[in-house]
């Protein structure tokens, strides 16, 4: 794709968000005609080929948009997280004509959500519950999923199960008759206008081509892969937290005059202006690294992916107690740039892999790795 | 890369395939050693398993063939390589 392509696509994008992000984290609602705008023009699952109605972006230059989304509004960041991801599980485990027909209606308007996490399983696949059953020409899914980014907004679920032994994943139209949508009440932490809803499926009957691939696929692999595209996609989205930390902390620190000079002048708020230009290059750095792994199909890149998401989680997560320190009063309000991406960080350090999570699978590398190499 | 595949036998592919495991297992993989029982590796690698088919074969691993069983050894991985190439070349 032309760069000039990509430029216009953060313009477009810079004009339809604008400076409306605030007012969509006080109300904990995304304009839906706004989302299915950015998903008819494929901004959404941006990786998606040409030929499938996707931009055909590769995984920097989509991971760039990711980060600009994210510099902007984290809520509908997280939306194209999970579109993007719902896109991603059906160009891996669905079959010709379930690319083609799905990967057609996401990129034509039609809003997709993920559901991995249950009442009684997190990370522990083992304790998943929701159960999908082949019987004669259609599929039958029951179960229950929380926290599902974007189900709010959602036309599509791709929901995770298990089949026996094995796994598979379902494509399920919330209108499906079983299909009971369950909003949290209470305003959640961050990314506060992302339709995180909790969803049920009763006994919920599709015919079997709602089944990516025919199900069957080994459980962890499957969320494995899955995940793995949703790690890189939250890896930009906090580098784009960073940056707008980076931005609002420096216009601020200029700005501001305290004992007669602008309070960057001051060394212990310019230490922090550092600080927040340091997280953003090693942020910046280390999910390039991890693109460059995506397109070069090495076999490393699954765990360059866990590193660039927990390496700019932590740096977002910091970057924004930094950057409202730094704004002292002037970001304390609900809503400001700031503040929101103090509360928006903290959540990217529980999902995708906790921070946890996450140190456990990168001890686990280093302890595979023989004695005096260091990749 | 598909001239490769197209001229390369099963054996040499189980070969080339239990050298790959070797490496990246730090540990002697012999042709029909199953890495996922044996505890050397775990499902995160078998992830890596697939990008490595599918870059260095020019195969599409996709649906169904997305299982632990299609991996476990360099022979099994070999006929999945080879079998999937053939559907490829028939398509």
């Not at chain 1, 494509?171 to 995180?196: D, K, N, Y």
């Not at chain 1, 996450?358 to 790795?369: E, K, P, T, W, Y």
């Not at chain 2, 890369?1 to 099963?10: K, Q, S």
């Not at chain 2, 199953?34 to 078998?46: E, K």
């Amino acid at each position: 794709m032309p760069e000039t392509a990509v430029l216009d696509d953060r313009a477009l994008i810079g004009d339809l968000i604008g400076d409306r992000a605030e007012e969509w984290d006080l109300t904990g609602e995304l304009p839906v005609g706004l989302l299915r705008d950015l998903g008819a023009r494929g901004l959404l699952c941006a990786e998606v080929p040409e030929a499938f109605g996707g931009l055909g972006l590769d995984s920097r230059e989509s991971g760039e948009l990711t980060a600009y989304v994210g510099s902007l509004c984290s809520s509908t960041r997280s939306i194209m997280t999970s579109h993007g991801m719902a896109a991603w599980m059906v160009s891996r485990f669905g079959d010709r004509a379930q690319r083609k027909g799905y990967l057609t209606e996401l990129t034509s308007g039609q809003l997709a959500a993920v559901g991995f996490s249950e009442p009684g399983a997190g990370s522990d696949l083992g304790a998943m519950r929701t159960e999908i059953r082949r019987d004669g020409d259609d599929v039958v899914v029951t179960g229950e999923k929380k926290w599902v980014t974007g189900a709010r907004y959602a036309d599509q679920l791709m929901i995770l199960g298990r089949m026996g032994e094995a796994g598979g994943v379902v494509a399920v139209p919330v209108t499906a008759p079983g299909v009971e949508l369950v909003p949290i009440s209470t305003p959640v932490l961050g990314c506060r206008a992302a339709g995180h809803w909790h969803v049920r499926l009763n006994e919920v009957r599709l015919p079997a081509d709602h089944l990516l691939g025919g199900g069957g696929q080994d459980l962890s692999m499957l969320f494995t892969t899955a995940l793995a595209y949703g790690r890189i996609s939250v890896a930009w989205g906090c580098t784009g937290i960073v940056r707008a930390c980076l931005r609002a902390a420096t216009e601020h620190a200029r700005e501001r005059e305290q004992f007669g000079k602008p309070i960057g002048e001051h060394q212990l708020v310019a230490r922090h202006l550092a600080d927040l230009l340091v997280a953003e290059q090693v942020a910046t750095r280390v999910c390039e690294h991890a693109s460059a792994a995506w397109q070069s199909f090495s076999p490393d890149m699954v765990i360059a992916t866990v590193l660039a998401k927990h390496v700019s989680a932590g740096h977002a997560a910091d970057a924004a107690a930094t950057a409202v320190q730094v704004l002292g009063s002037a970001g304390a309000t609900d809503g400001h740039v700031v503040a929101r991406a103090y509360r928006d960080a903290k959540l990217m350090e529980l999902i995708e892999g906790s921070n946890e999570i996450c140190q456990l699978i990168l001890a686990g590398h280093a302890l595979s790795q023989p004695q005096g190499t260091r990749s | 890369m598909t001239d490769r595949t197209t001229t390369l036998t099963a054996e040499d592919l189980e070969k080339e395939l239990a050298a790959y495991l070797s490496e990246k297992t730090k540990t002697e993989v012999g042709p029909a050693d199953d890495v996922f029982a044996s505890g050397l590796v775990s499902s995160m690698f078998a992830m890596q398993l697939v990008v490595h088919l599918e870059s260095t074969y020019d195969v599409a691993i996709i649906g169904p063939e997305l299982k632990i069983d299609n991996f476990r050894t360099a022979q099994v991985m070999a006929a999945l390589v080879l079998r999937l190439s053939d559907e490829a070349g028939d398509a």
